[in-house]
């Protein structure tokens, strides 16, 4: 069983940054797919960032140039940083990870406003 664990969301305001993270927990390879959804008030679940077992990553190009995907494979750890923040980003972040199946967190919120 893999449990995953979203933390860092909060409040910020526009402009500024924030970093998440998401642990996982149980046995896991590092060759595993994870990445970061998001879904906003009123709005569809979208695909964030991901990133492959071998380092390889993908953005949605809503967050190109502003958001890094990033993994610890040591810690078992997933991150994503999110920088020059947009009222337009708040929303609850989840992360996945795909080992034999898929899996989610929780989800964490950010809540980005002035």
């Known amino acids: 069983q893999v449990q995953l664990v979203e933390s860092g969301g909060g409040l910020v305001q526009p402009g500024g940054s924030l970093r998440l993270s998401c642990a996982a927990s149980g046995s896991i390879s590092s060759f595993n797919a994870m990445g970061w959804y998001r879904q906003g008030p009123g709005k569809q679940r979208e695909l964030v960032a991901s990133i492959t077992g071998r380092g390889s990553t993908n953005y949605a190009d809503s967050v190109k140039g502003r958001f890094t995907i990033s993994r610890d494979n040591a810690k078992n750890t997933l991150y994503l940083q999110m920088n020059s923040l947009k009222p337009e980003d708040t929303a609850v972040y989840l992360c996945?990870?795909?080992?034999?199946?898929?899996?989610w967190g929780q989800g964490t919120q950010v809540t980005v406003s002035s």
């Open positions: 996945y990870l795909v080992y034999q199946q898929l899996y």
